[in-house]
């Protein structure tokens, strides 16, 4: 014997209070239409504390409606875009932590597999009774995936990126205040003497670019500066390339780099080319916290990752219980 009590079921829970299966269910369940003395709802209370009651989770799903699990879609990891490898991504699971805790819900990781075409397997678990709602996190302006799930009326609620849409009534998402930043990081380089800028730039069919995108363009305007823009990949290999190609072709005195990985890709480029990266201003539009970063950037934007995690969780929660019809949160970038 290890001292630990046997536990009970609610049959045995409703005899040994002497009342009914079904009362004491809505007791346990704290169902709000059910009115019953206080005296007696505590009686039952402590009786399942003697007891060592332990709720059947698959009856519980059924009294309640719902499922206690949400999901996590992410990008298929096939392709060689390693989720586990972004800090931001690892940044915002941290951010799920405690909202998840204190809620009672569970996390179900899925992968959104492009091959799989015909049926998505998060809509038959939405289907299936099995998944309250759905966070996304690594969606592109051109995916098209997730319309049947809109379509559906699955609560779902987009992390950072979103897809592009007609109308984007339907959509709900946490990101962060890129292009407010992206302009006011802009008009700052500019202040600081910059005139000729090479602003790289992820793909174009990401929303986080076209938002930075966006901010540049504006922070620019009327002013005496020019911009040079590449769209590449979010990868320091691939920006070490391309910074070849322009830095053989163009000459400029300010790099704004839509990643950390990017600039750093650039700055071994400028080095085998004989530059000095360290004599360019250079402005980092999105790092996170655990980022490897250059020693010399003009001006860091520091991403509130487990805030962003924290908003979208919660956020969603709202939309399952039905406490708001739609969630849109910019979280605040901060400027280093």
Known sequence: MNGRKASCSIRDLARYVGLSTCTVSKVLNNRSDFKIQEETRQRVLEAARTLNYVPNVNAQRLFQKKSGIIGLLIPSQTDGDNAFADNHFVNMLAGLE??????????????????LKKESRYLNLFRAGSLDGLLIWGAHRSDRCYEELIAYGAPHLFITSFPHRDSDEAISFVTADYRENSE???????????RSILYLAGPEENSVVELMTAGIEAGIRGTAATLFTTH??????DTYRQVLRQAASRE??????ASALMAIGASHALRE???APESKRWVLLDSASRTEVLPYPHRRALMNDQRIGSEAISGLIDLIEGRCARVRKTVPISIC
């Open 98 to 115: 405690r909202p998840l805790l204190e809620s009672g819900y569970n996390l179900l990781l899925q992968f959104n597999d492009p091959e």
């Open 184 to 194: 006011q990081m802009t008009r700052d380089l500019i202040a600081d003497g910059a």
């Open 232 to 237: 590449g990949l979010f990868s320091q290999n």
């Open 252 to 257: 400029f005195d300010s790099i704004i780099s």
């Open 273 to 275: 080319l004989g530059m």
